[in-house]
């Protein structure tokens, strides 16, 4: 299904929606489309979710917050902040009118949405993987006064290749130009916190292409005559930070 068709499902039937977006980028994986056509809908609450928190460090968190005043922060994966956000939800539950409050869980691919609901509705067992595209359906989960629904992760079209990689939409292996897209995520990195590459990869260089270069060197990724293999380069990086395995902190 395409991106509106899920997205106006868990809308429609949903009281309370939460939107997760990826604390490393809240400017890139924010979907503003999602959050205006919930402020549009009567009766319909947002909470912006920010996951993977434990992938930045206090400070930004911090930040974050301040920019962000109603949004709340967790690490599905280290389970943290997932108390304060079950509290929240199930004060609604309780102030809600009728039996039971529907929460609906909506997010690019991979963002960690299943893995989230396991801890809100252990019971739910839903499928986690690196692999973007794990949930295939939406499905309810019924935790007392609350239900809960997973939903496939979704990408709004227009969404720039850059941005499928960066949000770890697409899987690395099957994007069409690699090398682009592990440029512009090597330039979102340098802007975002320099030097967080070079220290991961031990690498150096003045623009994102020399970087790309002596990440390549530093891995022993080469080709015949010695040249760096640049798609192997590009598909490493872009996989490392998929799975978060470079962090802001
Ligand atoms: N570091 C970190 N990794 C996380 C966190 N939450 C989830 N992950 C990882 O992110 C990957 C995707 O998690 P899922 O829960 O399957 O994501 P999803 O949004 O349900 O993905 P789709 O079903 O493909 O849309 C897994 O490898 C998780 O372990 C988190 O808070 N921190
Ligand atoms: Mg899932």
């Known amino acids: 299904m395409g991106f509106w068709p899920v997205v106006l499902n868990v809308l429609r039937n949903s009281d309370v929606i939460l939107l997760l977006v990826d604390a490393r980028m809240p400017e890139i994986s924010q979907n503003s489309e999602i959050i205006n ?59 809600w009118g009728r039996d039971s409050l529907r929460v609906g869980v909506v997010g690019y691919p991979n963002i960690g949405k299943s893995t989230l609901i396991n801890l809100l509705a252990p019971k739910a067992n839903a499928k986690v993987s690196s692999v973007s595209g794990t ?28 941005k499928l990689g960066l949000t770890a939409s697409k899987n690395p292996h099957k994007i069409r130009n690699p090398e682009k897209v592990a440029i512009d995520t090597i330039e979102f990195l340098m ?29 022993g990724f080469l080709v015949k005559g010695g040249k760096i293999d640049e798609n192997r380069t590009a598909i490493k990086i872009i996989d490392d930070w998929q799975k978060g395995k470079i962090s802001l902190k």
Not at 194 to 218: C, F, Q, R, V
């Open 37 to 95: 056509k919930v402020e549009n809908m009567k009766g319909k609450r947002l909470i912006v979710v920010f996951n993977k928190s434990d992938l930045i460090n206090r400070k930004e968190i911090d930040v974050l917050k301040k920019e962000y005043p109603r949004a709340l922060f967790v690490s599905a994966a280290k389970k943290i902040g997932v108390g304060n956000l079950k509290s929240t939800i199930k004060n609604m539950a309780d102030n």
């Open 135 to 162: 949930t295939k359906e939406t499905q309810w989960i019924r935790v007392g006064n609350i239900r809960y629904l997973d939903s496939p992760g979704v990408i709004p079209f227009g969404d720039k290749k850059t």
């Open 191 to 219: 802007a975002k916190k320099p030097g967080t590459l070079e220290k991961y990869y031990n690498a150096s260089g003045d623009t994102s292409y020399e970087l790309l270069e002596s990440i390549g060197k530093a891995k």
